[in-house]
């Protein structure tokens, strides 16, 4: 499952990343990496954006980068 299938209101754990380069950069510069649990708070209407709360952080995160990240 990835974290774009996720429900709202459900706490995950992020299993690994998909994607290279600038992509796997960004979504590791917020704090969003192998083992760290990850909250989804609330899901815009269409989709985009997610947002989500990590470390004590709440993100919004882009439905596409969403898709890239394989959660438990």
């Known amino acids: 499952m990835t974290l774009k ?3 709202v209101g459900q706490t995950v754990k992020v ?4 994607g290279e380069g600038a992509v796997k ?5 917020m704090g ?8 989804i708070r609330k899901v815009a209407p269409l989709g985009d954006p997610i947002e ?9 995160l882009r439905k596409a980068d969403a898709a890239m990240i394989d959660v438990e």
């Open 5 to 7: 299938e996720a429900k």
């Open 32 to 39: 969003i990496t192998k083992g760290v649990d990850v909250f």
């Open 52 to 60: 989500v709360t990590v470390r004590g952080y709440e993100l919004s």
């Open 25 to 29: 950069r960004r979504i590791m510069d």
């Open 15 to 18: 299993n690994r990343l998909n």
